[in-house]
């Protein structure tokens, strides 16, 4: 791993080899940054490796981190019990002693290498010659958008971190300190207005930009970032912009959110561009990560499965259409969207030996997978093995943005707009108005996220921040030895699958702490690296 100030001074001619795939010539060695960005197709190209930089297009740099966040909650298990899982589990199951996670510490070196990479763009692209001076502006508020993104990212798991705003050399950051977290949300939040004030709306995009960051998504991710600072007013004012420049819309059927055959829809305000190429090793990881191991030549790696107690909060609420497109479960006779469930039984041997869909309860902890992010079996890549598929991950969408903009309004006592935003996301599943108001209305909402945004990396950091009746973060009464997870799971009523797999113990969260575990531990070889100048989070030694 490479420590903080040693990515900062990365040679641009690395820089430009991650992104090579998107140029049309290969990198010479006599490029370097006083001379690269000479015409509007080099600052393109660069602003592509921006982009590039929200996975990396692996499953090992980014992806399996935001499946191990919603291990942390009480929806995933770490899921995969025939391999080894210290890495997750030190995690996931709050054993304090995660600071040398390797996870964590990829996901943390990712990215600040991001953020070198729109720092590089944010100071070059200006001096570039460029003639369409509205194209260069909208590049750089391309990389303002996606700057902010990467810290957003490092903020909500880690607190306060380092900021770094240009592509500085390492004498210039030795003795970096942590900024407090309000000073990195301060950044965040300049940045996303400048990006709002340039960059396009969805509709003024080419086809061919369709995926390039827009006024929409910076304004929704702007009023994420106040609403994680509990500025409520802030929130409901930008979130509100959002709903009423009349952008984006929910899509009429929940199932097509997540379909392949949906990509950049009406509901999607930013998402991930997955083109597969076997060839370039391009494409998204997630679908693989999370799927099914008893697949046979369909075989997935089985981290990060569904929590029977995620299915009995969709149960309890009624919700037999988000429920199925959520989780599938072993023994379902039918997967929603699957339109070759038998073909698909049968490229698997039958293993249940009646026709059924099987998620080995030997080798799956809840004997459940993620339906959100499977990909149909006449969608899949010959070579399906290959951590590579072509879904889009969506990152930010509009059902996000109404359920944000209801939390908003109910603190601020506005119960009637908190009502009619959440009751449009419940009527696309057919699901009764909610007429409750303050406390009653704050639960509901909080409710409607969980199932709304299930399994889509919100989870932990809603439970974390929301403020329970008894004055605690609601995680701290979820887990813990008498949290409620933690008691279902090891209680008489407990999950039979759940229950009778024990490679993965059901006592996870019985050794949270609250003064420790509301944040992750900043990667142990930064601390060490920086000779101390970088401070650890509480509670972590």
Same mark, same amino acid.
């Given at each position: ?9 990365? @040679? ?19 490029? =370097? ?46 899921? =995969? ?14 054993? $304090? ?8 510490? =990829? ?64 004498? +210039? ?10 000073? @990195? ?30 006024? $929409? ?308 070889? +930064?601390?060490?690296?920086?000779? $101390? ?9």
């Amino acid at each position: 791993m490479k420590p903080l100030y040693t990515i900062l001074a990365f @040679v641009s001619a690395m820089l430009l080899v991650s992104c090579s795939d998107f140029l049309e010539e290969d990198v010479r060695g006599q490029e =370097n940054l006083d001379n690269y960005f000479q015409s509007e197709s080099d600052a393109e190209s660069f602003i592509t490796g921006c982009y590039n930089a929200i996975t990396y297009h692996g499953w090992w740099q980014v992806e399996n981190f935001w499946i191990l966040t919603d291990m942390c909650s009480d929806d995933l298990w770490m899921g =995969n019990t025939t391999q080894s899982q210290s890495d997750y589990i030190s995690l996931a199951h709050y054993q $304090g002693v995660g600071q040398s996670n390797g996870t964590i510490s =990829n996901f943390w070196q990712y990215r600040y290498k991001g953020i070198l990479r729109c720092n590089i763009a944010i100071d070059k692209i200006p001096q570039a010659p460029i003639v369409d001076k509205e194209k260069q502006a909208r590049l750089v508020a391309e990389a303002r958008f996606l700057r902010a993104y990467f810290y957003f990212e490092l903020v909500k798991n880690f607190g306060g971190v380092p900021i770094v705003k240009g592509f500085l050399m390492p004498e +210039e950051v030795e003795g970096i300190t942590r900024s407090s977290a309000d000073e @990195v949300y301060a950044f965040i939040e300049s940045d996303l207005a400048e990006a709002a004030k340039v960059l396009p709306q969805r509709s003024q995009y080419a086809a061919t930009d369709m995926g390039r960051a827009t006024r $929409g998504a910076a304004l929704g991710l702007m009023g994420k970032a106040y609403l994680y600072q509990s500025n409520w007013e802030a929130a409901r004012d930008t979130l509100e912009t959002v709903i009423d420049e009349h952008e984006y819309d929910l899509m009429p059927n929940f199932g097509d959110v997540w379909s392949v055959d949906a990509e950049n829809n009406v509901e999607s305000l930013f998402e991930v561009q997955n083109t597969y190429d076997e060839t370039y090793d391009l494409g998204g990881s997630l679908s693989i990560i999370t799927g099914n191991r008893s697949g046979g030549d369909q075989d997935g790696w089985a981290w990060g499965l569904p929590t029977s107690d995620l299915e009995n909060a969709f149960l309890a609420a009624g919700d037999t259409e988000r429920l199925r497109w959520s989780i599938i479960k072993n023994g379902a006779t039918e997967i929603a969207g699957e339109d070759h469930f038998a073909e698909l039984v049968t490229a698997q041997g039958n293993q249940n030996g009646d026709g059924t869909y099987c998620i080995a309860p030997a080798k799956h902890k809840s004997a459940r997978i993620n339906r959100k992010f499977y990909l149909p079996y006449a969608k899949r890549p010959a070579n399906y093995n290959q951590p590579k598929v072509p879904l889009n991950h969506r990152i930010l969408r509009y059902a996000d943005v109404l359920l944000m903009y209801a939390e908003a309004c109910n603190e601020l006592n506005d119960d009637a707009n908190a009502r009619t935003a959440l009751n449009k996301v419940r009527e696309r599943v057919h699901l009764a108005d909610v007429e409750s108001s303050g406390n009653d209305l704050r639960k509901a909402i909080r409710n409607e996220r969980r199932l709304e945004l299930a399994l889509e990396n919100h989870r932990i950091y809603d439970i974390r921040r929301w403020t329970d009746d008894n004055g605690k973060k609601m995680i701290c009464n979820i887990m813990g030895p008498d949290g409620s997870f933690v008691k279902y799971n090891t209680g008489p009523n407990a999950d039979k699958y759940e229950k009778e797999n024990q490679y993965e113990p059901s006592d996870k969260g019985t050794t949270f702490l609250e003064d420790r575990d509301l944040l992750f531990p900043i990667p142990l070889y +930064e601390i060490t690296m920086s000779n $101390g100048s970088i401070q650890q989070n509480p509670g972590w030694h």
